[in-house]
């Protein structure tokens, strides 16, 4: 077990998913819209998140690594899993669980807007600004979170936590 205190409840997020997935299907509202989850922190907000949007969608995922073998072309970020659908003349949402310094979406979105896309947007679950490195716009922010490490919801510490409905900061970790 790890200590824990809740940050962000089961109903707020509930809640606000609905507030982002209303507000995405206004601004896509005749658009070719493809969500993008980056694997694996996102599994759990894309799922709920898509299920708000009235609209015709695609949905693929990407998964990137600090380390190990790349499938991505460009040579700015590191990926093991790529996306699959053609993305040229669409409009993409990346959909990521937290932007913490920044530098992995800074790096997607050169990828993707170097794959021909009309447009890459961002919308990220939470927007945890204390470390930020790398100035990014985040289009779609669920919640801002000051500090601490956050788990639950598809966030994870070392792999672990990611199932819990709620969104906890952790106090100790064990
Ligand atoms: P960055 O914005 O490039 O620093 O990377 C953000 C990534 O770091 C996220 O996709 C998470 O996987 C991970 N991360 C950053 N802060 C936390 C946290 O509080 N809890 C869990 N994962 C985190
Ligand atoms: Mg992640």
Redesign the pocket.
Known sequence: MIDKEEVVSRQDIARRVKELGQAIARDYAGRRLVMIG?LN?AFIFLADLVREIDLPLEIDFIRVSSYGSSTCSSGAIQCTKDTELDLAGKDILLV??????????ARLKELFAARNAESVRICALID?KE?REVEVAVDYAGFDVAE????GYG???AEQHRQYPAIYKIVSPV
């Open positions: 980056i922190g990521e669980d937290i932007v913490d310094t920044g530098r992995t979406l945890k470390r601490g490490f956050l788990v966030l994870d510490h």
